[in-house]
């Protein structure tokens, strides 16, 4: 058993919207829509919500029921976790890749979030007023490769603002960001769609209305659902907006007791992280876009499906079409919504990291944020200094790490831990009647659709590991093999002896 | 709109609502649990 941990949410809707704003990220803004242009358009949404409910409510019911079992027994971060569901060693040290994950995506995704918040700066300045399109989307390119000291400056800012947060604890730093930003998220989410749909072609330089791009992204093209790409993407992005396979799900579900309810509260937060996903995050890029640039100029942007090209590079840019005030208004919101939804998912995946500290090492709340926030800054120079570190940190942590450990842990859970036991745990104190059938897609559904998405990425991991390298990629492999080594050392030494810093 | 596109939307915008509202709904409503529960804001004395 860990040492004592004296975390607690404050209040049940605390922890909800903690848990929605972990979900809620950049993804639902930029990705979604993006993804649903790229692959079959209305028609997206059929196999999206077919993962949803196959892979994505099964995962959430077993990460929070995961997180709670061994919370009771004083663990709070996935190797101890996963040690409290299986006593094999195996399992703890496979649970490393729950830390592992969180500190690798966090070491790039601190970055965007430094991008948002200089976006919402200079929105806020004007500085984009008067610039052409090429102009915005060049004074982006110059930032990112580093032209001004700024993103350096504004990355170390942010993680200097998570690791803040962090060592204020859950109630007074994560579960009080979360209650500030996640109904900011949703105010600003709310205006930035109205306007989005409302926008009519002929006012303020608008060749198209708002319509016409919920019109092009809603048309659905029924033939892409036999397309196994499009279920390879959409499965792709219910781990990405869900926040499964990281381990911070567990962790935040590990301090609700075993009498308290797990099953209504995972449904709230799942489902409020799908409405600003569908309804928000398909009512404000693609109208906007489209209103400006036409159907032919988004498609050609959002190739590649990530939606950053018009997240960063466009909208400024249409935005000071409505005038200088609105311009800056716009910005504001459109960057700060970014950003709050940026940094609740940051603080997520930072809490396990502490919380692996406190608990296994009897580190004080304060140090174990200061750890992360130190591993971070050292992880992250290579994300910020070249875009292939970054994208290889992206690849490996922030996709392949995620499809691996979610199959490990439907195992654990299903097949090892047992299903008869698992069924309890997400039962016990359930407010909600869990649908039975639920069981039964855990044991045999799910494994096999995570199985049929391991195996099909293994052909693309093959040809990347066997394709020649740059000094960068190498670099960056190489912090994550350490990274990986370093924190099973960790979890090694923590099983011979408790060290108290 | 196409017919079809504002069906699709309209299906899914109303059914993830609905599904979003409702369970919030239930936490909101669900009465507190005895104590000790999970939550430190209730508690008689600070954790």
């Known amino acids: ?501 | 709109m196409s017919t079809s596109a504002l069906t699709i939307m309209l299906i899914t915008e109303v059914t993830i609502t609905a599904f979003t509202l409702y369970y919030f709904w239930k936490v909101v409503t669900t009465p507190p649990r005895a104590e000790p529960d999970s939550y430190a804001a209730n508690d008689d004395e600070p954790r």
């Open chain 1, 1 to 501: 058993m860990g040492t004592e941990n004296k975390e607690a949410w404050g209040s049940r809707i605390g922890l909800v919207l903690a848990m929605a704003g972990n979900a809620v990220g950049l993804g639902n803004f930029l990705r979604f829509p993006a993804q649903a242009v790229q692959n079959g358009g209305g028609a997206f949404i059929i196999p999206y919500l077919v993962c949803f409910v196959l892979m994505g409510l099964p995962l959430l019911y077993v990460e929070w029921a995961m997180g709670r079992h061994a919370g009771n027994r004083g663990h709070h971060s996935t190797p101890f976790i996963f040690g409290a569901m299986h006593k094999h060693s195996f399992w703890k040290y496979a649970g490393v890749l729950g830390l592992f994950i969180s500190i690798g995506i966090c070491a790039y995704y601190t970055y965007i979030e430094a991008w948002t918040l200089s976006w919402a700066y200079h929105s806020a300045m004007g500085h984009f007023m008067g610039m052409s399109q090429d102009q915005v989307a060049a004074f982006f390119k110059n930032y990112v490769a580093l032209g001004t000291s700024e993103p350096i400056m504004v990355w170390v800012l942010c993680v200097a603002l998570n690791t803040w947060i962090l060592s204020r604890g859950l109630q007074g730093g994560v579960e009080m960001a979360a209650k500030i930003g996640m109904p900011l998220l949703l105010l600003f989410g709310v205006v930035l769609a109205f306007r989005g749909v409302t926008l009519t072609a002929g006012s303020h330089g608008a060749v198209n209305s708002g319509l016409l791009g919920l019109n092009f992204l809603w048309t659905p093209n029924f033939s892409s659902i036999w397309d196994p790409v499009v279920w390879r993407n959409a499965a792709g992005q219910i781990f990405f907006t869900l926040s499964l396979g990281m381990g911070s799900i567990h962790c935040y579900a590990s301090y609700v007791k075993c009498k308290d309810d797990i099953a209504l509260n995972a449904m709230s937060a799942g489902w409020m992280n799908e409405f600003v996903e569908v309804v928000l995050g398909s009512a404000i890029i693609i109208p906007i876009a489209v209103g400006y640039l036409g159907v032919d100029k988004v498609v050609e942007m959002t190739k590649g499906g990530s939606g950053f090209g018009i997240g960063f590079m466009t909208l400024p840019y249409l935005f000071t079409q409505w005038g200088p005030a609105l311009s800056a208004l716009s910005g504001i919101m459109w960057f700060g919504l970014l950003f709050f939804a940026g940094i609740t998912s940051s603080l997520a995946m930072g809490t396990p990291v502490m919380a692996f500290m406190e608990d296994e090492f009897g580190w004080k709340r304060r140090n174990g944020a200061l750890f992360f926030g130190a591993a971070v800054l050292l992880l992250g120079i290579p994300s910020v200094l070249s875009q292939e570190a970054f994208n290889e940190f992206d690849y490996w942590a922030g996709t392949i790490a995620l499809v691996v450990f979610s199959l490990l842990e439907i195992i654990l859970f299903a097949w090892v831990f047992g299903m008869e036991k698992g069924w309890k745990e997400i039962t016990a104190g359930a407010d909600m009647k869990v649908p039975i059938a639920f069981k039964y897609v855990i044991k045999y559904v799910t494994p096999v659709f995570l199985l049929i998405v391991f195996v099909g990425s293994l052909p693309e991991v093959w040809a990347t590991l066997t394709k020649p390298v740059t000094f960068q990629v190498a670099l960056a492999r190489g912090l994550m093999v350490a990274l990986f080594a370093g924190l099973s050392g960790l979890v090694w030494l923590a099983g011979r002896k408790k060290v108290t810093i």
